[in-house]
């Protein structure tokens, strides 16, 4: 992998490893632990999976998103579950949702000018009773949590009457919140 982005090259391994791959064809590839033709090793056709992505944001002012649709796979029957691969192309219901046949993929990281992420990756089919990263249910979350302690008094005042619902109460002794 080689990137000029903000992110560790780590981060954006885990994001990759978190996207959802669909096949037609999953039934019939094998697990990469049962694999007698690479012995295990999941670096062959029959247990995994090929994938390149080369993405570069050019001299605008824009943001480049790169997501999930920008992967190229080496197999045309496996791709991101966010683009649908030619054999199992379902009809979208536009009823309801207007975009919906345009599917933008899960964003992987946001390039400014100049940046640059080129990466080749394999996946290999698995079940969350080996690994975790397999199991079908995964919530990963990242919240932004300010340290208000460390607040001037006046700012701690203002933090407390900003909140809408009233959850902090400044302690008039002690001048910490409660």
């Not at 998103?65 to 992967?71: K, W």
């Not at 640059?116 to 199991?135: T, Y």
Request: charged share 25%; net charge negative.
């Amino acid at each position: 992998m080689s990137t000029s982005s903000v992110l560790s090259d780590e981060f954006i391994a885990h994001c990759l490893g978190l996207i959802p791959l669909t096949s037609a064809a999953a039934m019939q590839m094998r697990f990469s632990r049962d694999c007698n033709v690479c012995d295990g090793d999941g670096f062959c056709e029959y247990c995994s999976v090929e994938f390149l992505l080369s993405a570069r944001a050019t001299d605008s002012d824009q943001t480049l998103e790169v997501t999930s649709n920008d992967l190229r796979s080496a197999d045309p029957k496996v791709c991101p579950s966010t683009r649908l691969a030619p054999s199992s192309r379902r009809s979208i219901n536009t009823d309801f949702e207007p975009n919906a046949g345009e599917q933008r993929g899960i964003l992987t990281v946001k390039l400014n000018r100049g940046q640059e992420l080129r990466l080749h990756s394999i996946a290999r089919k698995g079940i969350g009773k080996d690994h975790a990263k397999w199991s079908p249910a995964a919530t990963v979350t990242f919240m932004y949590e300010p340290d208000i302690d460390t607040l001037a008094l006046d700012e701690k005042r203002s933090w407390v009457e900003s909140s809408p619902t009233k959850v902090f109460h400044l302690d008039p002794i002690t001048k910490q919140f409660a």
